[in-house]
């Protein structure tokens, strides 16, 4: 069988709908594509784009084009997109360039009908990938408008749909298309198996088919009011007996909490409806459950994501309930508020996996009242999916390309003739051009030295554009030309990837000199990358501290946002922690990276006129370096903190889930002891080696922070220690370090304690696990700390390079000393 395929080229790449409007949002790679039509066809603010458009070799009477009237369609999504088809009669395919690698939608859409020859009710095929099949064997139903969505990571730069008739008189078809960018966060990897209950990981990877999409309790939500373009059908054709529940709606604002369910997770419609259990206030002797029952696949593993949001209590804490999938208890007196931080109308998500051991034809979802005593029996879901994991359908159909000029299936060639012309002349160039700027720059980036602090310069030939001041080094340019960074990355290759956040992917590179450096490229389309990166800069050029990480350059030619830091050989403090296979660390180390963090938080609330809030503290923003030296890192969040008559800065809330400070959540009032709060959660996370939010964990377990605390205050830390440090630490230090971190979790900002006395606190907690008991039994109070930590005070660091006497030592910088040494000489009886 011959194949032809369907070219989508950056020739066309203008034409295709970009979305607009309402979301905030904007998918690097867009492509609407109605098959088979000779218009666009609009629906809401997209533009599905004709393909016949694309191609040179098309004509309006191409035979293998089908069409048919709109009165025929029993479309729930509208008639515009079934009208038209592209049949195919062998293997063919379309193809897309992705400008972003990550997790797309890829939208099929069909409707069957007769038309000339083509009789579309029989069609018969099956479509793939690259790597992995959609649809095997598939037969659309007649009469019945579908649209088959799938969820998939793509790592290519090409996405090939394969088309393929299952035999040699079947057909094949297709409607339309859809091939649109998703945030990769979308889909979290780990999820709660239902039964036997436990963890499920590898999710982010998996291939997803999307069965259902309900919004209970509400109307249905079509693609133009969803975020992603999602539908969201309603709940009552799926519920058992619709006189056990009632629908409620929420006219107030819904609460997104940083690092929780976002706009994407689901829009605001889906968490401001929901079905609740019927029983009322009063009847608390009502025990019932509420089921959705779904037809499925037998034999396959589902994803199952329930969207919950308190949009029915007066106040955290009223609402415990049960949720069951099938005959297994899910979830057990679900207290929303815990994961919510006590907040209501916050929404939420919990993913599960029913593996295919358990898996029917019947999926059932159901919500039961709590058999706690003195709990009103009530329950209530605000959204559920329903997804099949496909990552063991089967290998994908590959097909060797064959010319064939019978063929009358399409071919849309991307660059024909003239075309091909131009893009030769422009690659040229694009090469020659090049090299010219690489000729210009390669003698003009050198190091620089200036107060004893390293830093590089594109020296005095700047790249295009304007370059903006930067801090008290304004007149010091650190702007690097892209071809350098292209340079360094590879042409940014993925294979140098070393992570991946909101701002945007993280390459390994080497500059000219052999420096190893991190280069962060950003996404020139996001507002909120343009103000992390202009903050960033600004702080981290007038910024230096052996526990900050260092700034080396900046880049903004061609719309780009780029950021060059020192590279920091052993990554994340979170991934040494728990999540990856790295070796563990020992608690004299954790201890130390604690401490070397500490400092550089101290320096960046002290270190200037103003202080510095970091306001995105957490593990994954503390890197480490070859010799597991600790940096903070990720300034892109970062305020200015208050003037000297004001107490706090009043700002929108921004952070990262688990680790915000309640009091900032509730007042959006920003302090430095903001900052303090986060540190102590992740002097938690540091102690027992887990994430601070876990949805897969029973209730109670779920915030590292509540959970730890009930442990603290109940004198029993060591029972939720790591277990591969546990035996190594002396029970004094834990005892400290459990102190410690309860103060930086108090409630209130004014009682928690400054970054400084955290330092020594710390530092007192070292000297205890390794000091002997002769030596250290003069000390026998955390409180002696409070007496020397003015001390800290004293050593102003309001300049750059902060120069101070402590005793008969001269300290350029704190971070050039070390603690332990100096704090010996305080607490000891034959010190200074």
Known sequence: MAIRKIGVSFIVLVIVSIRCGHSAFTP????????????????????????????????????????????????????????????????????????????????????????????????????????????????????????????????????????????STSLAFVSAIEVVSVPDELIVDTAKIVNPQGKYQGLSGQLLETVYRINMGGPKVLP???????????????????????????????????????????????????????????????????????????????????????????AAGDLLFDVYINTWLAAGDLDLSSMTLQSLATPVFIDYVLEADHASDRLSVSIGPSTLLDVLPNGIMNGLEIMKINGSAGSATVITPLGSKKNFVIIL????????????????????????????????????????????????????????????????????????LQE?????????????????????????????????????????????????????????????????????????????????????????????NLPSLGWKQRLEICIGSARGL??????????????????????LNENLLAKVADFGLSKTGPELDQT???????????????????????????????????????????????????????NLAEWGMKWQKRGELEQIVDSRIAESIRPDSLRKFGETIEKCLADSGVERPSMGDVLWNLEYVLQLQEADSSSMSEVDSINRITEISPLVQNISTSDTTPVREVGTSVLNDLSDVSMSKVFSQLIKSEGR
């Not at 970091?614 to 890197?623: E, F, G, P």
């Not at 430095?672 to 377990?701: H, N, Q, W």
Request: charged share 20%.
């Open 28 to 167: 690097a790679d867009s492509y609407l594509i109605d098959c088979g039509s000779l218009t666009n066809t609009t629906i809401g603010d997209r533009v599905f784009v004709a393909d016949v458009s694309l191609s040179s070799t098309l004509t309006p009477a191409s035979n293998n084009l089908a069409n048919t009237s709109s009165s025929s369609v029993p479309s729930s999504y509208g008639t515009a997109l079934f009208q038209n088809a592209r049949v195919f009669t062998v293997p063919s395919s379309y193809s897309f360039q992705i400008k972003a690698p990550g997790r797309h939608f890829v939208r099929l859409y069909f409707f069957p009908f007769v038309y000339g020859s083509y009789d579309l009710t029989a069609a018969n095929f099956s479509v793939s990938t690259q790597d992995v099949v959609l649809l095997r064997d598939f037969q659309p139903q007649a009469k019945s408008a579908i649209v088959k969505e799938f969820s998939l990571t793509i790592t290519l730069d090409t996405l090939i749909l394969t088309f393929v008739p299952s035999g």
């Open 224 to 314: 133009n009011d969803d975020t992603l373009w999602r539908t969201w059908d309603t709940d009552q054709e799926f519920l058992l007996d619709s006189q056990l529940s009632r629908s409620v709606n929420f006219s107030g604002n819904i609460n997104h909490m940083p690092g929780g369910a976002t706009e994407e997770t689901a829009p605001d419609i889906v968490y401001s409806t929901a079905t609740e259990l019927a029983a009322s206030s009063n009847t608390s002797n009502a025990r019932f459950n509420v089921t959705w029952q779904f037809n499925v696949d037998a034999n396959s593993d589902y994803l199952i994501r329930v969207h919950l949001c308190d949009i029915v209590s007066k």
């Open 413 to 484: 060639v991307p660059i024909v003739g003239a075309i091909v012309v131009a893009v030769v002349a422009i690659i040229l160039c694009l090469v020659l051009r090049k090299r010219k700027l690489a000729k210009q720059y390669s003698k003009t980036w050198v190091p620089f030295s200036i107060n004893g602090l390293t830093s590089h310069s594109t020296g005095s030939r700047t790249s295009n554009g304007t370059a903006f001041t930067i801090g008290q080094n304004g007149n010091l340019s650190y702007r690097l030309p892209f071809v350098v």
């Open 488 to 580: 360094a990355t590879n042409n940014f290759d993925e294979n140098w990837v070393i992570g991946v956040g909101g701002f945007g992917k993280v390459y390994k590179g080497v500059l000219r000199d052999e420096t190893k450096v991190a280069v962060k490229r950003g996404n020139p389309k996001s507002q909120q990358g343009l103000n992390e990166f202009h903050t960033e800069i600004e702080l981290l050029s007038r910024l230096r501290h052996r526990h900050l990480v260092s700034l080396i350059g900046y880049c903004d030619e061609k719309n780009e946002m780029i950021l060059v830091y020192e590279y920091m050989e052993k990554g994340t403090l979170k991934s040494h922690l728990y999540g990856s």
């Open 602 to 623: 101290h320096y960046l609330h002290t270190g200037q006129a103003k202080a510095v809030i970091h306001r995105d503290v957490k593990s994954a923003n503390i890197l």
């Open 648 to 702: 706090h800065v009043s700002t929108a809330v921004k952070g990262s889930f688990g680790y915000l400070d309640p009091e900032y959540f509730r007042r959006q009032q920003l302090t430095e002891k903001s900052d303090v709060y986060s540190f102590g959660v992740v002097l938690l996370e540091v102690l027992c080696a887990r994430p601070v939010i876990d949805p897969t964990l029973p209730r109670e377990m779920v």
